[in-house]
């Protein structure tokens, strides 16, 4: 059988259009041990620029049994996830970050602090990532579990660059959910 355009457009028509990368937001909400009053939620959810839907691998082992191998799964890997975020005149966003990884260590003593504080995450909250279609409907909801910013990129000063500075932020997370999967498991 060739290639027919005309059913490649009744496919795509079908679900109306084509996921677009450009229409997200991205809720953090503000860890316990960070106190920035007059900087949270609602201004990074502005200013992220860039975000990505985590991934996940399948770590597998290998069964043998006499001259046959099998592979199965063993176990889930989660991949860090990466944003960026547009800093805003006053490097609210930096001085956010660094808040936050201070908290995990200080840097006049370099002493990991406790993780749980009254039977609750000190320092990881659980970030939302939602992408949405073109009229504005949400098509994919995500939730990172007990994240954490795990690396903040360096900013390059350059007299020679008049550009808006962008943050890299690294985080790492327990695992994530989605609404849209099912954890009921049928065999």
Partial sequence: MSFNVQNFISHISKYNELARADKFEVRIPLP????????GTRELMF????AEL???NITMIEYRHHAFTERVPHMTNYTDVNLSFYCNNRFEEKKF???????????????VQ?????????????????????????IYNCTLIEAIPTAISPLS?????????????????????????????TL
């Fill in 32 to 39: 316990r041990t960070v106190d920035r009053k007059d900087f």
């Fill in 47 to 50: 200013q992220c620029e860039a």
């Fill in 54 to 56: 985590p991934g996940r």
């Fill in 97 to 111: 970050f660094d808040a936050w990884l201070n908290s995990m260590i200080p840097t006049n003593t370099g002493i």
């Fill in 114 to 138: 406790y993780y749980r504080v009254d039977n609750e995450s000190a320092y990881a909250v659980d970030i939302k990532i939602r992408q949405y279609d073109q009229m504005g409907n949400r």
């Fill in 157 to 185: 000063l350059n007299w020679g660059d008049d550009g808006v500075h962008r943050l890299q932020v690294n985080f790492a997370f327990k695992k994530w959910k989605t609404e849209d999967i099912t954890d009921d498991i």
